[in-house]
């Protein structure tokens, strides 16, 4: 009963957040959705809810979008489960649909909730909320703002407050939680996991296992494990091929656990926590801050890209705020890759983050660009061409001891801990 009420209480939080925040639907109109010639064979027109929910009759069909869509923040059920994955093509058209709001005890959660890994979901954004539990021990967590697992995304955006507490693993992301393939995508949203038993995963595009190309980030990001693993990035948590994407939102990841590992219990950069040797980080940047925290003395690495693993052609803010639990760290102290594999990465001032001469090897022709009055003057990707509103950060103290995630000192752990981690992070 407890969990019950701690998530309709995230979800009204959430949802009120959600709602503050300025729509950016005229500005996703920029990204040139695919008109009605490009659409899939047998396509299904979509104008309403109800006709959004029926998919479900038929996850294996192929949908479209003819208009906006308002869900008017009553519950969802998310389409597609483990016994009817939604398999099809969803075309938004460059249409939004608005009011989402889901909540429960989830394994799966977003829009979508589990999708085959070569379903296609497109040309869509998405506002709302999301605030799920999931209380079963020894099995994960899938949440993101489009999509909880699966499916080749593109052409989207999210601008999702997402909050997740798992009894076990949680992946979570701005798009998708895990195990998708994502192009030309942007997250809004403040994205937060929370577990108990095991790692703890967070990106502002996808939480674990995939890609992410020509993708960004303004949300902040925050992952909390109470006994093993935190894992953050801006662009993503664990295990993803991530390039040409930029970060400018915070990222936070903490531990409280009190058993030393030989992978680090706390991995947390500016693009990506933590990858195996088979993924890695290329042309990326990272404007903003980055926090790690555990109760074990370094036993976390802290880098303004990658906190474990290796990147190629990729440049970081040294003027943003490095935090290692309460302390924060002068230049000389503060890496690239938070393992000290920097080879790959460099660090710039603001001045000389806005200089194309800084930025070898990119593309600035056909990729990336310099617009004025755009992005505080930081490279812009030619695909999606949009301002991201950035986070300036002082890194105060909280209320509480902020090791636990109980950030404002309530004793609990919810999405109030957010808003206040966000003010903490961030200001007013």
């Not at 948590?237 to 992978?263: E, F, L």
């Amino acid at each position: 009963m407890k969990m019950k009420r701690r998530l309709l209480c995230c979800a009204a939080v959430l949802a009120m957040a959600a709602a503050a925040i300025p729509a950016f639907s005229a500005q996703y109109s920029k990204m040139n959705p695919a008109a009605s010639s490009d659409l899939a064979a047998g396509s299904v027109a979509i104008s309403t809810k109800e006709e959004l929910e029926a998919i479900r009759l038929n996850p294996d069909g192929n949908y479209h979008l003819t208009d906006n869509i308002n869900l008017q923040d009553n519950p969802w059920m998310p389409i597609g489960e483990d016994s009817a994955l939604f398999t099809g093509i969803f075309d938004g058209q460059g249409h939004v649909i608005t009011g989402l709001l889901v909540m429960g005890d989830r394994q799966y959660a977003g829009l979508f909730a589990y999708v085959h890994e070569e379903a296609e979901i497109k040309n869509l954004g998405v506002e709302g909320a999301i605030a799920v539990g999931f209380d079963i021990v020894s099995a994960s967590a899938h949440v993101g703002g489009i999509v909880g697992s699966g499916g080749i995304i593109s052409n989207c955006y999210s601008n999702v407050n997402i909050a997740v507490n798992s009894r076990y693993a949680a992946n979570v992301g701005g798009i998708a939680g895990s195990n998708s393939q994502i192009t030309n995508c942007y997250n809004l949203g403040d994205i937060s996991s929370r577990t108990v038993g095991f790692t703890s995963a967070a990106g502002g595009i996808i939480g674990t296992n995939g890609s992410a190309r020509m993708c960004y980030n303004t949300g902040l990001i925050t992952a909390v494990a109470t006994e093993y693993y935190a894992t953050a990035g801006g662009i993503a948590g664990a295990n993803v091929n991530v390039s040409n994407s930029y970060n400018r939102g915070n990222v936070v990841a903490t531990s409280k656990t009190i058993t030393s590992t030989p992978n680090y219990l706390v991995t947390v950069g500016g693009i990506i926590g933590s990858n195996d040797s088979n993924y890695t980080v290329i042309n990326c940047y990272n404007t903003a801050d980055v926090q790690g925290t555990t109760r074990m003395v370094n036993d976390h690495r802290i880098g303004g890209i990658i906190g474990r693993g290796t990147a190629v052609n990729s440049y970081w803010n040294i003027d943003g705020v490095h935090r290692r639990g309460t302390m924060v760290l002068t230049a000389a102290n503060k890496l690239g890759s938070g393992d000290g594999n920097s080879a790959g990465v460099a660090s710039y001032t603001t001045v000389e983050m806005k200089n194309l001469a800084s930025f070898s090897n990119w593309d600035f022709t056909s990729m990336w660009a310099f617009e004025t009055g755009t992005n505080d003057g930081f490279p812009v990707l030619r695909s999606i061409n949009i301002s991201a509103p950035a986070y300036v950060c002082d890194c105060g103290e909280g209320g509480g001891d902020g090791i636990n995630g109980d950030v404002n000192g309530d004793g609990k752990v919810d999405a109030l801990d957010l808003a206040a981690l966000k003010d903490i992070l961030i200001g007013d």
